[in-house]
T-cell receptor, first 114, second 114 residues
Framework: DSGVTQTPKHLITATGQRVTLRCSPR?????VYWYQQSLDQGLQFLIQ???????AKGNILERFSAQQFPDLHSELNLSSLELGDSALYFC?????????????FGSGTRLTVV | EDQVTQSPEALRLQEGESSSLNCSYT??????LFWYRQDPGKGPEFLFT???AGEEKEKERLKATLTKKESFLHITAPKPEDSATYLC???????????????FGAGTRLAVHP
């Protein structure tokens, strides 16, 4: 167990729907990162939050949004889902806003859009 | 554009047969190269961070080395439990989403057979 908790583990939904993925970082970690892993694209950075504030943004679609709450858990909201959004979504956390020593990843949420 | 290329895509070894995985990178000013191990259906697990050419890190049967253009992950006398996908990543530069973004390669799928 890495200490980073992601729920749900699996999610099956229909095109056009909206889902929310949840992440609780390791105790003491202030920064949360979201990544998408698909077969054709590999691991792609989506967004980073540090202590409630957005710190860095990757190629995140406008249909996707995220936030980090005062208790430091984070949610990734995916709307108007398309078949191509099917992927593994990983959350990672680190103590500071810097990635000097690597992230700690959670086990991921597998999203299937049908 | 910052880029990471890993080779080979897949590698099959017999138990005890040592080998190396390659990670070639292009980044505007290296601020850290990371190796992760990923088991099927799980999140990447941090192995090493390397910062400067000539640096080496070791952990059990794994040794990571770094040059100015590539990194190698040497696996000595591997065991079946070393079977996994090994991912290489670099910290992004200023123009690729920020320094806290990790740019991952596609990975090398390693299978070690008894």
């Amino acid at each position: 167990d890495s200490g980073v908790t992601q729920t749900p583990k699996h999610l099956i939904t229909a095109t056009g729907q909206r889902v929310t993925l949840r992440c609780s970082p390791r105790s003491g970690d202030l920064s949360v990162y979201w990544y998408q892993q698909s077969l054709d694209q590999g691991l792609q950075f989506l967004i980073q939050y540090y202590n409630g504030e957005e710190r860095a943004k990757g190629n995140i679609l406008e249909r996707f949004s995220a936030q980090q709450f005062p208790d430091l858990h984070s949610e990734l909201n995916l709307s108007s889902l398309e078949l191509g959004d099917s992927a593994l979504y990983f959350c990672a956390s680190s103590v500071t806003g810097e990635v000097n020593y690597g992230y700690t990843f959670g086990s991921g949420t597998r999203l299937t859009v049908v | 554009e910052d880029q990471v290329t890993q080779s080979p895509e897949a590698l099959r070894l017999q138990e005890g047969e040592s080998s190396s995985l390659n990670c070639s990178y292009t980044v505007s000013g290296l601020r850290g190269l990371f190796w992760y191990r990923q088991d099927p259906g799980k999140g990447p697990e941090f192995l090493f961070t390397l910062y400067s050419a000539g640096e080496e890190k070791e952990k059990e049967r794994l040794k990571a080395t770094l040059t100015k253009k590539e990194s190698f992950l040497h696996i000595t006398a591997p065991k079946p439990e070393d079977s996994a996908t090994y991912l290489c990543a670099v910290r992004g530069g200023m123009f690729s989403g920020g320094y806290n973004k990790l740019i991952f390669g596609a990975g090398t799928r390693l299978a070690v057979h008894p």
